[in-house]
C-alpha cells in the first residue's frame, strides 16, 4: 500500500535530540492524523486536521508539535522527549472526517 | 466522549472454525461502521465497511449490524492462521463538520492450526 507513506519507519533518538516525522498521501484526501500505539495497548489519537486547519488535539504535551502545510503532507516535530514516548506512531488520511481512513505503514519510535 | 467497546480477548479459534467478534457503540447517530485488522507491529488495514443494518459478505468475512441494539460484529468462516491479528472496530460519531471514527481497544484474535 503506496497510498499513505511515513518517514522514517525507524528511528532512535535521545532525550534532548529534536527530530521529525514525515507523512504524506497520494490519495487526494482533505483530513490527516497522527496517531499513537504504544506496546500492547490501543491507539491514542493525537491530532487531526481537516483542510489543513488543525481540528483535534487530544491534550497532547507540547513537546510533539505538528505541522500541516498542506493537504497532503503532515509532519509531527518531537523534542525533548521522554522514554515512555516509545511508540508506533501513524498517520492516517480520509476524504473528510469521520470515513474511512487509511493508515500509513507507521514509524517505530525509541527514546533513549 | 463517545465509546465504542470490544472484547479485549484474547479470542482463541481452531483453524477452520467461526471467529465472532463483537463491537458495541454509545452514538445512537452513527451511521458508518468499520473493521481493520492489524497485525503485531503493523499498521491497521481496512477489512470491511458497513452502513446498514443486516449483513454484508465479503470472502470469508461477514459485517452484521444492528443500529437498535447498537451493535456490529464481524464473523470469520474458516479461520486460517494468517487471520490472527488484532480486530479494531471504528465507528463514526459526531455530526456537523466533526464527525470522527472512534476506535475500540480491540480484540486478539488466535487461530490455533
Known amino acids: 500500500e503506496t497510498g499513505v507513506t511515513q518517514t522514517p519507519r525507524h528511528l532512535v533518538m535521545g532525550m534532548t535530540n529534536k527530530k521529525s516525522l514525515k507523512c504524506e498521501q497520494h490519495l487526494g484526501h482533505n483530513a490527516m492524523y497522527w496517531y499513537k500505539q504504544s506496546a500492547k495497548k490501543p491507539l491514542e489519537l493525537m491530532f487531526v486536521y481537516n483542510f489543513k486547519e488543525q481540528t483535534e488535539n487530544n491534550s497532547v504535551p507540547s513537546r510533539f508539535s505538528p505541522e500541516c502545510p498542506n493537504s497532503s503532507h503532515l509532519f509531527l516535530h518531537l523534542h525533548t522527549l521522554q522514554p515512555e514516548d516509545s511508540a508506533l506512531y501513524l498517520c492516517?488520511?480520509?476524504?473528510?472526517?469521520?470515513?474511512?481512513?487509511?493508515f500509513g505503514p507507521g514509524t517505530r519510535l525509541t527514546v533513549l | 466522549q463517545k465509546e465504542v467497546e470490544q472484547n479485549s480477548g484474547p479470542l482463541s479459534v481452531p483453524e477452520g472454525a467461526i471467529a465472532s467478534l463483537n463491537c458495541t457503540y454509545s452514538d445512537r447517530g452513527s451511521q458508518s461502521f468499520f473493521w481493520y485488522r492489524q497485525y503485531s507491529g503493523k499498521s491497521p488495514e481496512l477489512i470491511m465497511s458497513?452502513?446498514?443494518?443486516g449483513d454484508k459478505e465479503d470472502g470469508r468475512f461477514t459485517a452484521q449490524l444492528n443500529k437498535a441494539s447498537q451493535y456490529v460484529s464481524l464473523l470469520i468462516r474458516d479461520s486460517q492462521p494468517s487471520d490472527s491479528a488484532t480486530y479494531l472496530c471504528?465507528?463514526?460519531?459526531?455530526?456537523?463538520?466533526?464527525?470522527?471514527?472512534?476506535f475500540g481497544k480491540g480484540t486478539k484474535l488466535t487461530v490455533n492450526p
Open positions: 492516517a488520511s480520509s476524504q473528510r472526517t469521520g470515513v474511512t481512513q487509511y
Open positions: 471504528a465507528v463514526e460519531s459526531g455530526q456537523g463538520g466533526s464527525e470522527k471514527l472512534v
Open positions: 458497513i452502513y446498514s443494518n
